[in-house]
Nanobody, 123 residues
């Protein structure tokens, strides 16, 4: 059983920065990738970034490339998402998830999810 707990969300002004953390307990058999997704009110959950546990592979949504950075700690128990140059359109609940199989950019490819943390960017 895998448990994920996100933290670090909050309210920030446009252009500001926030860092999110996802603490993972347990390890899903066969899983090599962790991902971050976000969901704004009335919208579908969308891919933000993903990283292999080895940290050798990363993927980013075009909308966050160059502004967000995903990383993982050496103990491979916590995944981070550093968000810079935040925009109002980044406002959403952010979730981390454990990849199962398939396209890392699709929510359906993940089978364990955290409870989410709210990020609000004011204009």
């Amino acid at each position: 059983q895998v448990q994920l707990v996100e933290s670090g969300g909050g309210l920030v002004q446009t252009g500001g920065s926030l860092g999110l953390s996802c603490a993972a307990s347990g390890r899903a058999s066969g899983s090599n990738v962790m991902g971050w997704f976000r969901q704004a009110p009335g919208r579908e959950r969308e891919f933000v970034a993903a990283i292999t546990w080895s940290a050798l592979g990363t993927w980013y949504a075009e909308s966050v490339k160059g502004r967000f950075t995903i990383s993982i700690d050496n103990a491979k128990t916590t995944v981070y998402l550093q968000m810079n140059s935040l925009k109002p359109e980044d406002t959403a609940v952010y979730y981390c998830a454990v990849h199962r199989q398939g396209n890392v950019r699709l929510p359906s490819s993940y089978d364990y999810w955290g409870q989410g943390t709210q990020v609000t960017v004011s204009s």
